[in-house]
């Protein structure tokens, strides 16, 4: 296992189309996490994963996008109806953490999923 | 509210010209502060893990420090290979929620030769 797959690299899509994106972790780590990044920001929590349950989902994520980690292994990110305003990164994350309650260890990310919506 | 924020937004140095670069946070129930090394157009690279005030950790020209408001990353005569966006994260528990982790906008640095 050489570290976090993201999958596609990039992607153009027209607005109003749907796209979904995949994340692969680090195989023995059991939280997965995504982020949105724009250019000169830091990434931005979207949700988060622990196995397959869905723990926190970011106030900031509207109705149009939803995730899955369906076997608590791989994850997807998709998008509805796509807008100019969601081109950016895509950062899937993934770590090891003990409990629910207990805090993980250092996530490592993937290389990302650039998104333009024209 | 909880935030994190990075200074400078952007540094300049000649090689072999040590520095610093500061990551200020207002946060409740920190349980941890990241840095990251990101270049453009990858994902972030994790540096180093700190948990306690006056905990400090060293990679090969990095050196990291944490007191209870603000972790430096000191930069000891850098080399150009070290041009990258330095990111900071912490780590909190939310009263009612489970943990998240919150970046800084991050500091870009450039080392020229």
């Known amino acids: 296992d050489t570290g976090v797959s993201q999958d596609p690299r990039h992607k153009i899509t027209k607005r109003g189309q749907n796209v979904t994106f995949r994340c692969d972790p680090i195989?023995?780590?059991?939280?997965l996490y995504w982020y949105r990044q724009t250019l000169g920001q830091g990434p931005e929590f979207l949700t988060y994963?622990?196995?397959?349950?869905?723990?926190?989902k970011s106030r900031l994520l509207s109705d149009r996008f939803s995730a899955e980690r369906p076997k608590g292994s791989f994850s997807t990110l998709e998008i509805q109806r796509t807008e100019q305003g969601d081109s950016a990164m895509y950062l899937c994350?993934?770590?090891?953490?003990?409990?629910?309650?207990?805090?993980?260890?250092?996530?490592?990310f993937g290389q990302g999923t650039r998104l333009t919506v024209v | 509210e909880d935030q994190v924020t990075q200074s400078p937004e952007a540094l300049r140095l000649q090689e072999g010209e040590s520095s610093s670069l500061n990551c200020s946070y207002t946060?409740?129930?920190?349980?941890?502060l990241f840095w990251y090394r990101q270049d453009p157009g990858k994902g972030p690279e994790f540096l180093f893990t700190?948990?306690?005030a006056g905990e400090e950790k060293e990679k090969e020209r990095l050196k990291a420090t944490l007191t209870k408001k603000e972790s430096f990353l000191h930069i000891t005569a850098p080399k150009p290979e070290d041009s990258a966006t330095y990111l900071c994260?912490?780590?909190?528990?939310?009263?009612?929620?489970?943990?998240?982790?919150?970046f800084g906008p991050g500091t870009s640095l450039s080392v020229i030769p």
């Open positions: 946060v409740s129930g920190l349980r941890g």
């Open positions: 994963f622990q196995n397959e349950a869905q723990l926190e």
């Open positions: 994350a993934s770590s090891q953490a003990r409990s629910l309650t207990d805090g993980d260890t250092e996530a490592f």
């Open positions: 700190l948990y306690s």
């Open positions: 195989s023995e780590h059991n939280r």
């Open positions: 994260a912490v780590r909190v528990f939310p009263s009612g929620s489970y943990d998240k982790v919150i």
